[in-house]
């Protein structure tokens, strides 16, 4: 008796994911697998990659489109909580996860399938994104993970897959460890394991470097709807094609880079550089927009809300009760943060230098020091009174 019956097994056309194939076969006895490979934007021909699986041993390869539910159901809902782990990573691969999760788990029930499987090792963090992802939605299935287990080296793994056909990479194997999708690239290992070490130009895809930026400004008008993101300089497009879009434009001015050490969710640090464009300028706009548009308690009370909503998409929480609670908390606050912000980038750096919206609560007739000032200077002297008085109480005690 094997492990399982029949397997769908997240697909990336990798020598470790086609591995897998024959592995499970012959080593922990399962009868059929069936590849899955999501197109989550990643720029790649998924063509060969069905066909290489099929190569490989499966008896089902899919290929399944899910870039605009991507964009639509899992990269805006972090825009509009300005989701930012350790305030600097906008979980461009960790939102990827719980999508193919779901894939994987719609797969496995459609096809009768008692488990399903990754590819993934024990010591990063989408493991645990995929397997709490599918323990969420279907607890009955078992999830396996062969490169958790097997203990072979690279040289190992290469050496197994020729006994099965499959081939050994063709061009010398970068150092860099990448994964890439619509929203950004990760990237880490070789190199720059030393985190002193700068990473060399050639890790970037996404982004310029800034001596190859142009020498004027780019203004970006980005318009917003209940917190989502909706046209372009008074364009309006759907998702997909607004991020690749602004991906060109901010990641063509040099911005979107980070370079930093990250807590992951095993304990481990690592240093990992990551390019983001588009969805770092949409959260640094959306994020300026609610100022103008949340009353100052909602504000900075959802900031700690956005800070443990980055932890649970991190740590694999997507479909998990309390990541579902603060969703419900996020989407009512966005009902209101409706407008336009007009972003500069230029030379690595996007500012804000304006913003306009129909339900701003920036009031000018309240702000402003000319003389059509509405704001009653008297009223200020007891409301200071007031609030000064436990202050005052404790001094006259003290002194
Ligand atoms: N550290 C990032 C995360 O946990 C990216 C993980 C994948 N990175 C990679 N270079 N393969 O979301």
């Known amino acids: 008796m094997g492990r399982a019956n029949k397997v769908v097994l997240a697909y990336s056309g990798g020598v470790d994911t086609s591995v897998c194939i024959p592995y499970l076969k012959e080593e922990w006895g399962i009868k059929e697998v069936i590849t899955l490979a999501a197109d989550l934007g990643q720029g790649e021909e998924l063509g060969p990659i069905q066909q290489k699986a ?3 041993g499966a008896v089902e390869s899919l290929v399944i489109d899910g870039v ?12 509009q909580a ?3 782990y350790e ?8 939102l990827a996860r719980p999508l193919i999760a779901k894939m994987l788990v719609e797969a496995a029930e459609k096809y009768g399938a008692d488990a399903v499987a990754h590819g993934c090792t024990g010591k990063g963090n989408d493991q645990v994104r995929f397997d709490v992802g599918i323990m969420a939605l279907n607890p009955t299935l078992k999830v396996l993970a062969p490169a958790r287990e097997w ?3 690279r040289e190992e793994t290469i050496a197994y897959g020729e006994r099965f056909g499959i081939p050994s990479p063709v061009k010398k194997s970068s150092p860099y460890s990448i994964d890439r999708n619509l929203l950004g690239r990760s990237i880490e290992a070789g190199p720059l394991e030393d985190p002193m070490t700068e990473p060399l130009e050639e890790v970037f895809d996404l982004t310029k470097a800034i001596a190859d930026t142009p020498d004027e400004p780019d203004y970006v008008e980005i318009g917003f709807e209940k917190g989502i993101p909706v046209s372009l300089d008074g364009n309006a497009f ?7 879009q602004l991906n060109a434009r901010v990641g063509g001015q040099g911005i979107g880079r980070i370079d930093m050490i990250e807590n992951r969710v095993v304990g481990i640090k690592s240093r990992e550089i990551y390019e983001a464009p588009a969805l770092l300028v949409l959260i640094q706009a959306h994020r300026d927009l609610e100022s103008m548009t949340l009353t100052a308690d909602v504000s900075r009370y959802k900031r700690g809300i956005e800070e443990t909503y980055a932890n649970l998409v991190y740590e694999g929480m997507w479909y998990s009760p309390l990541k579902t609670a603060l969703d419900a908390f996020v989407q009512t606050t966005q009902e209101r943060v409706n407008g336009t912000v007009r972003v500069k ?19 000018p007739d309240l702000a402003t020091y000319t003389a059509d000032d509405q704001f009653d200077h008297k009223a200020a002297e007891g409301f200071i009174y007031v609030v000064g008085m436990p202050t005052r109480v404790w001094a006259e005690k003290t002194r």
Do not use: C, H
């Open 54 to 56: 099929l190569d490989s």
């Open 68 to 79: 605009e539910t991507f964009v639509r159901d899992y990269a805006f809902p972090a825009i």
């Open 82 to 84: 300005n989701a930012l």
């Open 87 to 94: 305030n600097r990573y906008p979980l461009s691969t960790a």
């Open 151 to 153: 203990g072979m080296s």
């Open 238 to 244: 759907g998702p997909v094609e607004l991020i690749t």
């Open 345 to 363: 980038l230029f030379k690595g750096s996007a500012q804000i230098v304006g913003r306009r919206s129909e339900t701003s609560i920036y009031s």
